[in-house]
């Protein structure tokens, strides 16, 4: 019978069955090999602290609005990084060029589970012909830190700060560097500072330095950083990422923000830099590159450097564990263990060796 990772309620999280999906006309059956957790985005579910469990999205309005939370325990099949094997098509999929055939590892997005069912079109062009099959859960993070450095429009000679090292935050670390910036890069723990001097950062900075961060930054810059990215999700690294650019620089906001700001304090250095904050979200590409940009290239663009050798996302991966013991996993990343980079969900259908 198929599993599914489902959050029962905060600080509970359990692989459980559920039923196979029926194969539909256009579309194919993939036996999950690998699943990516996404720590930040994926403990909002396992804290309860993410609005959707406590307000209404109101889709039209785009706001969030009191009432009926959009959706309740159980969270069922979150996840977005997901590699596999195509073990069924449907009659109507063509062979080939023009569809995904049997036997053929695809990354996409399906969720936590153990087999899915998905549209072939989705995953036509997401064949994984790399070496490594681990390498294909990283699709959809590097299409995030490649947005983020979009919406920074990083350019040859530009100098950014990264806040946060986790893995979204050293992926954009090592984009900004192939984009031609120089990089500083900012986290509390040792390890993600090494971490990111691997990724081509050409200085790091402790969070907690004497003086904030961003003052730090500021004096390694020479006045400012042209652009700061801020992907640690803390009102504090935002507030020092402001502090950290130029006279009429942008501060992208990429993390996923909890709660209040009682550390951005927009009298300040804000105010009187004219810093201008953008927020970067999955969910679109920065508005004067719709034209020319989309999600399926920003999964094209990232991949292609995985396959060529300039982004080296295997070496995040430090806990690759099995499916079952997903409860053990979260625990840990819910108390911020730091010997944790990239934790990986492996299904029953994985190969032997990850």
Not at 105 to 114: A, D, K, L
Not at 183 to 198: I, P, T
Not at 246 to 254: L, N, R, W
Request: hydrophobic share 45%.
């Amino acid at each position: 019978m198929p599993e599914v990772v489902s959050f029962t309620a905060p600080g509970n999280v359990a692989l459980v069955p559920c039923d196979a999906a029926p194969l539909v006309p256009g579309s194919v059956r993939v036996r999950t090999w690998y699943s990516g957790i996404s720590a930040g985005t994926e403990l909002t579910a396992y804290r309860g602290s993410n609005p959707y469990l406590s307000r209404t999205w109101d889709a039209e309005r785009r706001l969030f609005v009191e009432g009926q939370p959009t959706f309740a325990y159980p969270v069922v099949g979150w996840g977005y990084s997901e590699v596999g094997e195509v073990v069924e098509v449907a009659d109507d999929v063509p062979e080939g060029m023009a569809g995904p055939v049997v036997g053929d590892v695809v990354h996409g997005i399906w969720g936590h589970r153990s087999e899915a069912v998905v549209p072939a079109a989705a995953v036509r062009d997401r064949v994984w012909r790399g070496g490594d099959a681990v390498s294909g859960t990283f699709a959809r993070v590097g299409a995030i830190a490649l947005n983020a450095v979009l919406a920074a429009d990083v350019r040859l000679g530009d100098r950014v700060a990264v806040f946060g090292q986790g893995v979204i935050g050293l992926l954009a670390t090592r984009v900004a560097v192939l984009s031609g910036a120089q990089v500083v890069a900012v986290d509390a723990l040792d390890r993600r500072l090494d971490a990111a001097r691997a990724m081509g950062a050409g200085a790091v900075v402790a969070a907690d330095a004497p003086g904030g961060a961003g003052a730090v930054v500021r004096e390694w810059s020479g006045g400012g950083v042209d652009a700061a990215i801020e992907l640690s999700g803390s009102d504090r690294a935002l507030h020092e990422a402001v502090r950290s650019v130029v006279v009429d620089g942008t501060v992208v906001a990429a993390g996923f923000y909890q709660g209040g700001a009682a550390h951005l304090r927009l009298g300040e250095e804000f105010h009187h830099n004219r810093v201008r904050i953008v927020a970067s979200q999955i969910s679109g590409v920065p508005g004067e590159l719709r034209s020319r940009w989309d999600q399926p290239r920003l999964v094209r663009t990232f991949m292609d450097q995985v396959r060529q050798g300039r982004v080296d996302v295997r070496s995040l991966v430090t806990d690759v564990v099995d499916a079952a013991d997903v409860a053990t996993i979260f625990a840990r990343l819910d108390r911020g263990d730091p010997d944790i980079l990239q934790a990986v969900l492996r299904f029953p259908a994985a190969p032997d060796d990850p």
